[in-house]
Each structure stands twice: as C-alpha cells, then as structure tokens.
C-alpha cells in the first residue's frame, strides 16, 4: 500500500486541522492504520492507532481526549482529527499501515509510510 500525507498547516493554540492519509491499492482495509509525528529534534512518536475495521483505537497519552482517528475504507482514507491543538503539537505528522494483531504503538512494526504533512501551532 502506498500513503500520502495532506492537511497541515500552520494554526494558533486551541484551533483545530484534520489530517488525511490517502491509500492506494486495494489493501487498506486489510491493514492496521497508524499516526507518528516527529518534532524537530526528537525521535518519532506515536500518536494514534485504527484496527482493520475500527473496533480497536488506541493514543498516546499526550493527544487523548484531544485527537480523534478514524478511516473510511470505502474511500481508503485515514484521518486525524487535531482539536485544542497546543505548541507542543508541532511536528510532521506521519501515517503508516501495518500487517499486525497487536503492538500498535510500535513503529518498528509499520512497513509503509506516507511523506509526511508538517503540523505547525503557534502559541
């Protein structure tokens, strides 16, 4: 499967962006769905993510109650969506697809990985 990465952009504190991550093949629907992002600087981090079906949600600690994750795979489309974002939000964000039952917040488990979208929140 191969991924790309849209919507972010540069926003103030406590606005909302929604993230997508297109698909393409017709494997989507066979995979688990995963957010990293990385801030300059420091190593990738999970974020959030999705089971094959979207029965199983997993997040960070940092994004929970604030971010939402979802796909549609009638459309092979992941989304993120960023509400009361802060500065520390900041990052490029990443989705990646993986084959695995369990170990989502793994990266390591992740074999395909969109470009990135660049998350900017100014304070």
């Known amino acids: 499967v191969q991924l790309q990465a849209s919507g972010g952009g540069l926003v103030q504190a406590r606005d909302s962006l929604r993230l997508s991550c297109a698909a393409s093949g017709r494997t989507f629907s066979y995979v688990v769905m995963g957010w990293f992002r990385q801030a300059p600087g420091k190593e990738r981090e999970f974020v959030a993510a999705?089971?094959?079906?979207?029965?199983?949600?997993t997040y960070a600690d940092s994004v929970k109650g604030r971010f939402t994750v979802s796909r549609d795979n009638a459309k092979n489309t992941l989304y993120l969506q960023m509400n009361s974002l802060k500065p520390e939000d900041t990052a490029v964000y990443y989705c990646a697809a993986a084959n695995i039952y369990s170990d989502y917040e793994n990266s390591k488990k992740y074999g395909a990985w969109g470009q990135g979208t660049l998350v900017t929140v100014s304070s």
């Open positions: 999705i089971s094959r079906g979207g029965l199983i949600i």
